[in-house]
């Protein structure tokens, strides 16, 4: 069974991204009081019976979001099962009132790729954004900011790692190729040969990875990802959270005693770091408790291309959500290049937000 402990401090970055305040989810929490699958008190039941109450009262968004944070950090028994079922079912609910988000499956021998699309059009092909999320987040957390895209002059793909979610295909040193495959599904419909990858903590690894062989990704925007000491640092991996490992191991199919020998081949090198020639943008969280500190080092060190912004913060930075949500968008507007007005609008904003007193998510 999952730390408790552990879960109601990470899942806080989530919350916050997905709109949760705490006088909402702090009595939930509260109510939370093991990990014993489906039963009163535990994670699952207790998030899962507050999505009920919220789809009952016709708010399926919002149900969505409770849903998916039942099932957090991964499906490990029939109760999370069943949250995830509910998260995607409620969540195209809500999605049939916008004819503008589609679905999209990408068919690989090793699996399924689903995603959601927004402002694919084979006779006006707009330049791609393609929005991915870590080990422990679905596409359905991020798939309604496909709705703002048009206004941006982008289409949009959202998906999820191998493994997470709906994505059957296994997470292992190959995963990179996923990207390789969306911009090939849609390639008809968007010009992929302009595609930017908004791509958060460990699928921003997998973005970088791709981009090295695969000239269509034009620029990186990640956060918290992994490069090459998370992978290769024995030292590290021993202080990393249970939930982390665990989570990895869950996805790589293997054991969390095992999970690290595997992985340790994945990390990119110093040289690979150089040989980027794209632009890149990284969020960093100077506490990060997954992270390593020479990650962030490397990109600065070897990418020459990078810009990179710092928050006195732990994983996810949890405390900084909204400068982190403007930051990354002004990132991709600014490797795009084009609308002025809007990348004006963000900076000033950023800069409000930047100065500001942090607030407690």
């Not at 409620?90 to 402002?119: H, K, M, N, Q, Y």
């Not at 330049?127 to 703002?148: D, H, R, Y």
């Not at 390789?180 to 010009?191: F, K, Q, T, W, Y």
Request: with cysteine; charged share 25%; aromatic share 8%.
């Amino acid at each position: 069974m999952n730390d408790i402990a552990e879960l109601k401090n990470f899942v806080v970055a989530h919350t916050r991204s997905q709109g949760l305040p705490p006088e909402h989810y702090d009595p939930l929490l509260a109510r939370v009081r093991h990990d014993r699958d489906g039963e009163p008190g535990s994670w699952a039941f207790e998030w899962s019976a507050e999505g009920a109450r919220l789809a009952d009262a016709g708010k399926l968004l919002e149900a969505s979001v409770h849903y998916n944070m039942a099932r957090f950090p991964f499906v490990d028994g029939p109760a999370r099962a069943a949250a995830l079922e509910r998260c995607t079912g409620a969540f195209a609910g809500w999605a049939a009132a916008f004819p503008a988000l589609r679905r999209l499956d990408v068919e690989l021998p090793g699996g399924r790729i689903r995603c959601w699309t927004a402002g694919l059009d084979a006779e006006v092909p707009r330049p791609l954004l393609v929005m991915t999320g870590g080990i422990v987040s679905v596409k359905e957390q991020w798939a309604p900011v496909l709705l703002q895209l048009g206004q941006l002059g982008f289409a949009g793909v959202v998906t999820e790692m191998p493994g997470v979610g709906e994505n059957t295909l296994p997470y292992d040193a190959d995963s990179h190729r996923m990207f390789s495959a969306v911009l090939d599904a849609v390639g008809d419909r968007a010009d992929t040969s302009r595609t930017f990858a908004l791509a958060l903590s460990f699928s921003g690894h997998l973005a970088l990875r791709a981009a090295l062989s695969d000239r269509r990704i034009r620029g990186v925007v990640g956060a918290g990802t992994p490069l090459h000491d998370f992978f290769t640092d024995t030292e590290w991996q021993r202080g990393v959270p249970r939930v982390t490992t665990d989570t990895l191991a869950h996805l790589a199919r293997t054991t969390p005693g095992e999970v690290y020998g595997l992985v340790k081949d994945w990390a990119l090198s110093p040289g690979e770091l150089s040989a980027l020639d794209i632009p890149v943008a990284h969020v960093t969280s100077l506490r990060d408790e997954i992270i390593p500190p020479g990650d962030a080092r490397l990109l600065r060190e070897r990418v020459r291309s990078v810009r990179l912004l710092a928050h006195d913060d732990v994983h996810g930075s949890p405390l900084h959500f909204a400068q982190t949500r403007l930051w990354t968008l002004l990132s991709v507007l600014r490797m795009r290049g084009g609308y002025g007005e809007q990348r004006i609008a963000l900076t000033r904003e950023f800069a409000r937000l930047r100065y500001a007193p942090a607030v407690r998510p």
